[in-house]
């Protein structure tokens, strides 16, 4: 299994398409996801040419799980060296939720080294109503019940058409959950609080100087795209996109409308040949 070393801390990633490619997409996960949250997208990019990477923020599923709080600096920073590890000067960054928050940071704190980001169901800011998803998913991890966790949150991140036609999906998926190990609720605990102690960046967000794609699922419960607004007016230049009749996890709800989107901003951005 490969793994990257940082400050002690063990990061899980992927390395793959061409080595020698001229750019690089690199996706960030979203906060209960894993590299393999990505295997509906990140193919395509392959194929258009692009080295991908992928890695798990350190609290996650294959990756180290230091005790307390961390920052999005911190992830930031962990994301940078595992880049220049690999030989990646600057890469399209693609975050989710979680992911989307790191991307912001990372295009903040190392502009030189930022080629685009697109940005999937992120916030700049926590409101209660936020809050207070986030705090019952720490009561939820505190049972230690994969599947009661899995069924817990499903309402909050997924879209009511998504629920429905995926129903023997999520069933199958919420059982699977029984199956992680007891590390991965700590992971994710830490993870949550985090984010509400550390998301703040609306006020920074003008300084960010790379192109910038913003995009949300209509239906969105848990980060509406009232935030996806706040940060797409923040952004200079940045591009907006709602994906109708969609949820928090646009990529699994609708990978093949966000892969249309992605990969037109990106080649956009590009210096591959068509």
């Known amino acids: ?52 990477i992928l890695h798990d923020f350190k609290g996650q599923l294959k990756s180290d799980k230091p005790a307390g709080e961390y920052t999005f600096a911190e992830h930031a920073e962990e994301a ?27 295009a903040l ?6 080629k685009s980001i697109t940005i999937i169901d992120s916030v700049s800011e926590i409101d209660e109503v936020l809050r207070g998803f986030v705090d019952s ?4 991890c505190d049972t230690g019940d994969g599947e009661a966790f899995f069924r817990g949150m499903t309402p909050s991140i997924y879209s009511r058409r998504f629920i429905r036609e995926q129903r023997d999906m999520l069933n199958a998926r919420a059982k699977q959950m029984k199956l992680v190990p007891p590390d991965y609720f700590e992971g994710q605990k830490t993870l949550y609080n985090t984010f509400k102690n550390d998301v703040f ?18 239906d969105d419960l848990l980060k509406p795209p009232r935030f996806s607004k706040i940060i797409a007016e923040n952004i200079p230049g940045s591009e907006y996109f709602i994906i109708p009749d969609c949820g928090h996890v ?25």
Not at 80 to 106: C, D, N, Q, W
Not at 137 to 140: D, T
Request: glycine residues 10%; contains cysteine; aromatic residues 12%.
């Open 80 to 106: 940078r060296a595992l880049f220049a590890h690999l030989g990646v000067e600057k890469p399209h960054l693609i975050g989710t939720s979680y992911g989307g928050e790191v991307a912001m940071k990372f």
């Open 1 to 52: 299994m490969p793994e990257f070393v940082r400050n002690g801390i063990k990061l899980y990633y992927e390395d793959l398409g061409d080595s020698g490619a001229r750019e690089t997409v690199a996706f960030l996960n979203g906060v209960m996801a894993s590299t393999g949250s990505w295997e509906a997208l990140y193919p395509a990019f392959q194929k258009l040419g692009y080295r991908v």
């Open 250 to 274: 646009a990529i699994f709800e609708k990978p093949r409308e966000l892969l249309s989107v992605m990969t037109g901003f990106i080649l956009k951005h590009s210096t591959l040949s068509p």
């Open 137 to 140: 998913w720490i009561i939820l």
């Open 201 to 218: 960046m609306t006020d920074q967000l003008p300084n960010i100087s790379c192109p910038a794609l913003v995009i949300c699922g209509g």
């Open 109 to 114: 704190l190392f502009p030189h080294m930022a």
